[in-house]
């Protein structure tokens, strides 16, 4: 019985220090001085940054960076806000870091006004973009928000930036 308790044993001890070195973490989750709750997520191929500024209006914002190619990438923002908006502005900037300072290569401005679709709730928007022919470099997503509510009395901005994504 003993010899058969010392089996089972060693078998569970196996298949704890098995799975427990097959965990990868790669997300980082801070608070910024504005008490915004932040998640990095780094891979190969990707990163990507969820910031959850907590403010009156703005629930979530969602940047990715990822290649799609060779010397290609893919540029993804979101917003998610608590409430309805009269008006959401968007702008993404693809930057390239040259020498100590982030250079924008690339820049795009999205912008969702109610009156345009009177039949959705404008609490959410997505956009995205590919940019080619890129040289080898360290590369981020920068991205500005706006948002305005429905009645025109609060509006809010915000600023979010990605990791830093290597191109070969």
Not at 88 to 95: A, G, K
């Amino acid at each position: 019985m003993e010899k058969n308790m010392k089996k089972i044993l060693v078998i569970c001890l196996t298949m704890v220090m098995a799975l427990s070195s097959s965990f990868t973490i790669y997300a980082q989750n801070y608070r910024m001085p504005d008490g915004t709750n932040v998640r990095e997520y780094v891979t190969d191929d990707s990163v990507s940054v969820l910031t959850s500024p907590r403010s009156a209006l703005i629930s979530s914002v969602s940047l990715e960076l990822s290649q799609e190619g060779y010397r290609s990438v893919k540029a993804y923002s979101e917003i998610l806000c608590h409430i309805e908006m009269k008006e959401i502005r968007m702008s993404i900037s693809l930057q390239r870091l040259d020498g100590s300072t982030w250079k924008t290569i690339n820049s795009k401005d999205f912008e969702w006004i109610k009156d345009d679709y009177p039949d959705f709730n404008l609490s959410m928007a997505t956009a995205s973009y590919e940019v080619g022919s890129l040289s080898a470099g360290q590369y981020r997503i920068r991205t500005a928000f706006s948002v305005y509510e429905l009645d025109g009395s609060r509006h809010e901005s915000r600023t979010s930036t990605s990791p830093t994504l290597t191109i070969n």
